[in-house]
């Protein structure tokens, strides 16, 4: 199983990114996708995650209403969409995969992706 994260790099304030994460090896359709993110110092947290129908999405409190979160599993994709980012959402963005049916840990994560958000 492979997740590749793009779409990182460097904004302002106020400014947006989009991470796309590409997955393979895995019936993509049966999986819950989700995004965390790790902040230098930090422990890792949860950002967001989308149901393997994509249609239940969970946010953290902290990006609701900025980020938005999609898949397509014909492209076996999921993207997260990031608005009016701030400096505090400088970190490293993880993808990662759970099968549908199960909780707690997620079975499969990416490489990271950095985003930097400077005023």
């Known amino acids: 199983v492979q997740l590749v994260e793009s779409g990182g790099g460097s904004v302002q304030v106020g400014g947006s990114l989009r991470l796309a994460c590409a997955a393979s090896?895995?019936?993509?359709?049966?999986?819950?996708m989700a995004w965390f993110r790790q902040a230098p110092g930090k422990e890792r947290e949860f950002v967001s995650a989308?149901?393997?129908?994509?249609?239940?999405?969970y946010y953290a409190d902290s990006v609701k209403g900025r980020f938005t979160i999609s898949r397509d599993n014909a492209k076996n994709t999921v993207s997260l969409q990031m608005n009016s980012l701030r400096p505090e959402d400088t970190a490293v963005y993880y993808c990662?995969?759970?099968?549908?049916?199960?909780?707690?840990?997620?079975?499969?994560w990416g490489q990271g992706t950095q985003v930097t958000v400077s005023s």
């Open positions: 990662a995969a759970r099968e549908y049916y199960r909780t707690g840990e997620y079975d499969y």
């Open positions: 989308i149901s393997w129908s994509g249609d239940r999405l």
């Open positions: 090896g895995l019936t993509f359709s049966m999986y819950r």
